[in-house]
């Protein structure tokens, strides 16, 4: 059940219509055109697609979708995360019956379980038979992963990966130190991924294998050109296009995400229309500093 997940990977939004429906038809024009641009892989119904907010049948929906329309091209790792881990089993057992390629599992948000807890999650999620990137991302869950944690997580057979998005340099550093390095070029290696568009360079720069983004929704040509680049050991370039996008990776998270990435999307045209609630609409101040960057990139292309 071994696999490699690298290079740059959209975490796709989920586009609604203004009545608040999904926008089933977006979210396939969305598929398409990210396949078209390049993009490695996709990433649906994440934190950035909304997920806390759609209902299961949207979600299977989207699934299908993104399975059928990305047929086999570029490898999907679907979102099943949950505080419940009776909920969550079910997810990757959905995921991996539906054709996805491996299944993106959070740290249980609320809860905050302790470690044989959080062992004892990872494990169910990995006995699904299907491929798990751990998504470690504390300041939605509460829980941080450690890097003496993530080792024991990561033995367990099934785990393929980490979404690092500690926004610690130093703990993705030990990820790929302690794990990551001394699979590498095995039949089982562990891959770590950035959950932060800002600390992609940084990250492959240490050895990473590649990024999560939320970006490259609206440009992700130019996402898969900086990771390559990076991974190609071309850091000049690489800087050059992280300096490029920098103020859009600033400005994608004025707001709390996906608000700001779903209205640069409107302003660019491509199919996106509003979030739901709890989420409301950007602040009028906010979205004239991120649509003068939008602007600002559209001039460049």
Known sequence: M????????????????ENGDVDYDGFRRLVAWQIGEGIDGL??????????TLDDNEEEQLIRIAV????????????????????????????????????????????KPNDSG??????????AGIPIIIYNIAGRTGRNIPPPLMERLAAIPGIAGVKEASGDVNQMAAVIARIARPRKNTANPFQVLSGDDSLTLPLLALGGDGLISVISNLVPKKTKAL????????????RRLHYELLPLMEHAF??????PIKAAMNRAGLPAGPVRLPLGP???ESETKLF???DGLAKKR
């Open 68 to 111: 059928e329309e990305s047929a086999g091209r570029v490898p999907l790792i679907v979102g099943a995360g949950s505080n419940s881990t009776r909920h969550m089993e079910g997810y990757v057992k959905r995921a991996r019956d539906l054709g996805a390629a491996a299944a993106l599992v959070v740290t249980p948000y609320y809860n």
């Open 254 to 259: 004025i707001e709390t995400n996906p608000v």
């Open 227 to 238: 990771v390559k680049a990076a991974m190609d050991g071309d850091f000049e370039e690489a």
């Open 2 to 17: 071994s696999a490699e997940f690298k290079g740059a990977y959209t975490a796709l939004i989920t586009p609604m219509k």
């Open 118 to 127: 959080l062992i004892r999650h990872f494990e169910t999620a990995a006995a």
């Open 292 to 294: 003068a960057v939008v």
């Open 282 to 284: 950007l602040a009028r």
């Open 43 to 52: 990433v649906p119904l994440g934190t950035t697609g909304e997920t806390p």
